[in-house]
């Protein structure tokens, strides 16, 4: 079955760093997604990406995010300088037109 | 705005009995779609059940059926047969109509099965 892969499954990173949390979406979906779950508390939406740009963002995805498809595979998240309380975990995820998303197995992100 | 509300922050199940997880939201629209996600200790979201708000009939999937209410607005879970392996965070999850649109989820029902 077609998977959505992300990398690194955990990444430790120090506050004012930058990261980039990679995604590989199923191959034939146009719709890209990345989520952020702090642990213990819900799933919050973060963006939405269609056809090489953003079609929705939440107040959480502010200047210190940005999103990228840099080639025909990858879907990035760019976490400039993080805080302390971006310590979460990442999930991207990927659909094709109104079907259920398929989420990728998540990284989970600590800012320390 | 749409919401979705999930009253059981926990819930326990003896293996082989059946469950029901709850699920309320809330939108005016009429062009929907609703989920249940599974969320095991591992933390991978694996979709569990969907339903088109158009569809009448309840969506089944081997031992996961839903009890959809539109008019109440609701969206029940139930689990037959419970297995060990069911233990884990259930997600009800809403999303309009439209492919870039985003899933909203409730807080989650940690379900545990016990031997």
């Known amino acids: 079955e077609p998977e959505v892969t992300q990398t690194p499954s955990h990444q430790v990173t120090q506050m004012g760093q930058e990261v980039i949390l990679r995604c590989v979406p199923i191959?034939?979906?146009?719709?890209f997604y990345w989520y952020r779950q702090i642990l213990g508390q819900k799933v919050e939406f973060l963006v939405s990406?269609?056809?090489?740009?953003?079609?929705?963002k939440s107040e959480i995805f502010d200047d210190q995010f940005s999103v990228e498809r840099p080639d025909g595979s990858n879907f990035t998240l760019k976490i400039r300088s993080t805080k302390l309380e971006d310590s979460a975990m990442y999930f991207c995820?990927?659909?094709?037109?109104?079907?259920?998303?398929?989420f990728g197995s998540g990284t989970r992100l600590t800012v320390v | 705005a749409q919401t979705v509300t999930q009253s059981q922050p926990e819930m326990s199940v003896q293996e082989a009995e059946t469950v029901t997880l709850s699920c309320t939201y809330d939108?005016?629209?009429?062009?929907?779609?609703l989920f249940w996600y599974k969320q095991p200790p591992s933390r991978q979201m694996i979709l569990v059940i969907r339903?088109?708000?158009?569809?009448?009939q309840n969506a089944t999937e081997n031992r996961f059926s839903v009890n959809f209410q539109k008019a109440a607005k609701s969206f029940s879970l139930k689990i037959s047969d419970s297995q060990l392996g069911d233990t884990a965070m259930y997600f009800c999850?809403?999303?309009?109509?439209?492919?870039?649109?985003?899933?909203?989820f409730g807080t989650g029902t940690l379900l545990a099965v016990q031997p």
């Open positions: 339903q088109e708000a158009y569809k009448q």
């Open positions: 995820a990927s659909s094709e037109r109104d079907y259920g998303y398929t």
């Open positions: 999850a809403f999303r309009l109509g439209g492919a870039t649109n985003k899933l909203i």
């Open positions: 990406f269609y056809n090489n740009e953003i079609s929705e």
């Open positions: 939108t005016s629209e009429s062009n929907y779609y």
């Open positions: 191959s034939n979906h146009l719709y």
